[in-house]
């Protein structure tokens, strides 16, 4: 297995209280692992240390053989690793183009300032591509306000594409989506996955089951499962303590 990123040990508190504790796991280059449990498990906050928004309070995280611990979050975005939120994130007056335009600038800036300035391709073909990868080039004019909720969450995905993550990581991208929408988005991930490793926080099981490669469970800050969809499906404790069985 050529492990993208590996995580040892990795717990985060707030104050007194324990949301993730000592999480071990690695994730493998170009597949989809799924991070799944209760609500208040831990899994944004695993993403959130994941990528950088918050610092682990112990453990290790490397990718691409890289310690990332104490490292900013746009350190992060540059060496590879992007997200979308499970909260909508948008410039609402802004048009689509715009809003990926603002994300594209801000990484630049950033960029300049270390030392890729000669490297770094233009915003607009930038902002164009990463529209294209999720089908919204169609509505590029529009402000993002006005889009519907699916296409609202598939800009989100466009916003962290602008960064051309190896690894990104996707917090319940299908909230508030009916099947339709949901559908559209799973095909969107599909082609994503193609050539990027994927992680994702989802609710609807049918959906994991069909996409991931590998599922990890938590349930209060602690992983419980990490294995095949197969594995996960028919551990005892996974069916206790998440699935109600
Ligand atoms: P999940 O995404 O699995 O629903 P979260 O990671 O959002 O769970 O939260 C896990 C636990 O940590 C919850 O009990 C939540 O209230 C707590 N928590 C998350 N973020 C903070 C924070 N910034 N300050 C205090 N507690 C937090
Ligand atoms: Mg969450």
Redesign the pocket.
Known sequence: MTAIMSVTDVGRS??G?V?LAGITAEFERNKVTAVI?P????????FNVLSGVLAPSTGSIRFKGQELKGLKQHRFAHLGIARSY?ITNLFPHLSVEENVRVAAQALRTRYDILRHRESYPELPQKAEAALAQVGLLHRRGRRARDLAHGEQRALEIAIALVADPELLLLDEPTAGMGPEETKDMVALIERLAADRTILL?EHKMKMILGLSDRILV?HH?RLIADGTPAAVQSDPEVRRVYLGQ
Do not use: D, E, H, P
């Open positions: 707030f104050g209280f949301a449990g609500n208040g498990a831990g899994k944004s906050t695993f499970q926080v938590l800050g």
